[in-house]
């Protein structure tokens, strides 16, 4: 088939990739030249594990395109899929400007029948909008499917490539079996295609990741309690993730979720329920449950050093971490991506530089992103290992596996102090104490 991809961020430049690694012919398209300039020439505009390859070996073999030529993209294309962002708006709200401005553009370079795709987050109703707006503009033939993305930052590729379900909301029985053919080479082993209305596919996205969002807070409050009953969440998780109606997935207690798409997507669904007068008063509480875990580990810090100047008051006195340097490894909001957007990093590091401390960060791909977000604020180190010189203390904030078995000796030579604020964690806090660390984790008590 002949695809054009609008987009060429995190879900069009996978989805483009991936159409065109099992035969199709893509043309990904975007009006930012320096991104197409640079994916023409194989830099990549985002870190994604095994996409760099996929895209060189398509475009080697002329499955693959980069154009800022939207007109020419359409109009040699069946298949027109929207991937453009849609950033939070006001009140939490979906800002669909950027999908509006392309569907008017390819309606405006129709030149016979397009299959219209949505593969953008969207609120429900916008299929609806997008053929209201294309038909104002153009005389010739159309339809609209909404094709929801269900894909993880650094997992994103086998993703695509290996779905639990695809989603197809559409009502033309004919447009149906051209996405199911599509479709086709990814769900070969089984994977559901699920069709139905483009509301209810809308909807879906939302949906599942309000509910995933739900775990991950749920979990987060059941660690806090934990630890004020002298209970260890890391038994708890593994005992309630055996009963198969619950699971394991996303049961992690940790600093909160953040990223480009939870977020973003419960607060749209918090917004889109007030809009029909039914408030999320759950999902209201997950979003409110993620923002105070993003800043459980600085109550955490205050806490130690507090304590150690035999303050009982942590909250009341900030001034003990002024003058401290701290050794963060991990910026990045999950391992395997750059993605820094609503990462616990950046409010566990901007609350520390309020505090009057200076940190020395390290994430293995992040970096470039960190020093957008943070210039000169803080002290970019060439590795994890660099960044405990001469620290007060080590606080780990993303779990990529280059720190699960660090060489402990070499960090406690390094750090001022042996002190290791864990967000994740990842270490035996036994085998810590045993080492002569002082440990603090998530949702575990002092070993006894």
Partial sequence: MKICVVGTGYVGLVAGTCFAETGNDVICMDVDEEKIDGLKQGKLPIYEPGLQ????????????RFTTDLSGAVQESLIVSIAVGTPQGDGGSSDLSYVMEAVRAIAKAMNDYKIIV??????????DKIAQEISSLTTCEFDVVANPEFLKAGAAVEDFMKPDRVVIGATNTRVVEIMQDLYAPFTRTGAPI???????AEMTKYAANAMLASRISFMNEIANLCERTGANVNFVRQAIAKDRRIGASFLFPGLGYGGSCFPKDVQALIHLAHEHDYPLKLIQAVE???ELQKRVMIHKILNFYSSETGDRKPDDDHSSLKGKTFAVWGLAFKPQTDDMREAPSRVVIEQLLALGAKIQAFDPEAMKEARKIFGDKITYAKNNYEALKGADALILVTEWNEFRNPDFKKMKALLKDPVIFDGRNQYSRREMRELGFDYVGIGRPSPA
């Fill in 194 to 200: 699920l069709v139905m209305d483009p509301r209810s």
């Fill in 288 to 290: 409110e449950v993620n």
């Fill in 118 to 127: 949505t593969k953008s987050t969207v609120p429900v109703g916008t299929a």
């Fill in 53 to 64: 390859e996929l895209i060189r070996r398509n475009v080697q073999e002329e499955r693959l």
